[in-house]
């Protein structure tokens, strides 16, 4: 258990709906990652939340958004779903020491698993 | 724009054989440089990180991993894998001054007894 939990940890929807993926991330951690592990495009770096607020944005479409609420957890709303975001979405924390050095470690969920038929 | 390029998809080997798996990246400036491991069902882990320093970083597991910045590549080495090796590996790059970390495609290893 790395101590970053994520629910749920497999969904299956249909086309055009919408779903929601919660991350809680390891006790003290300020900052959530979001990434997306697809077969073809290996790992994708969605977006970054530190402390609440939007820090980095990645490759996340405008269907998807997400936020980190006060008490430090995140939520990745994925909508009008598509056969193609089928994927491993997986959610990391960092302690983040506000200096955005990139010397982070993230510590990594055990991922949720979006299968859209 | 920064990418990581990890050149083999996928690799197989027997127990006892030595493993290189490349890892280049493309960023001018400063880098901070990492190896996750992901072991089958489980989540992505640390494996060794570089951030500044002597270039021959070790990790956990008897892994290591050299820093050669004219190459711009981040190579891990094992020289002699187990069974509980197999996994799939991916190298990452976090540009000097942002939060982004940058992984490549990953590299599947199988290792047989």
């Known amino acids: 258990d790395s101590g970053v939990t994520q629910t749920p940890k497999h969904l299956i929807t249909a086309t055009g709906q919408r779903v929601t993926l919660r991350c809680s991330p390891r006790?003290?951690?300020?900052?959530v990652y979001w990434y997306q592990q697809s077969l073809d495009q290996g790992l994708q770096f969605l977006i970054q939340y530190y402390n609440g607020e939007e820090r980095a944005k990645g490759n996340i479409l405008e269907r998807f958004s997400a936020q980190q609420f006060p008490d430090l957890h995140s939520e990745l709303n994925l909508s009008s779903l598509e056969l193609g975001d089928s994927a491993l979405y997986f959610c990391?924390?960092?302690?983040?020491?506000?200096?955005?050095?990139?010397?982070?470690?993230?510590?990594f969920g055990a991922g949720s698993r979006l299968t859209v038929l | 724009a920064q990418s990581v390029s990890q050149h083999n998809h996928h690799v197989i080997l027997s127990e006892a054989a030595s493993l290189e798996l490349g890892c280049n990246y493309s960023?001018?400036?400063?880098?901070?440089l990492f190896w996750y491991v992901q072991y089958p069902g489980q989540h992505l882990q640390l494996l060794l990180k570089?951030?500044?320093?002597?270039?021959l970083v070790k990790g956990i597991k008897g892994f290591e991993a050299e820093f050669i910045k004219s190459k711009f590549s981040f190579n891990l080495r094992k020289p002699s894998v187990q069974w509980s090796d197999t996994a799939e590996y991916f190298c990452a790059v976090a540009p000097y001054n942002t939060d982004k970390l940058i992984f490549g495609t990953g590299t599947r290893l199988q290792v047989f007894p």
């Open positions: 570089y951030f500044s320093g002597d270039p």
């Open positions: 006790s003290g951690d300020l900052s």
């Open positions: 990391a924390s960092s302690e983040a020491r506000g200096g955005g050095a990139g010397a982070n470690v993230l510590t």
């Open positions: 960023y001018g400036g400063t880098v901070n």
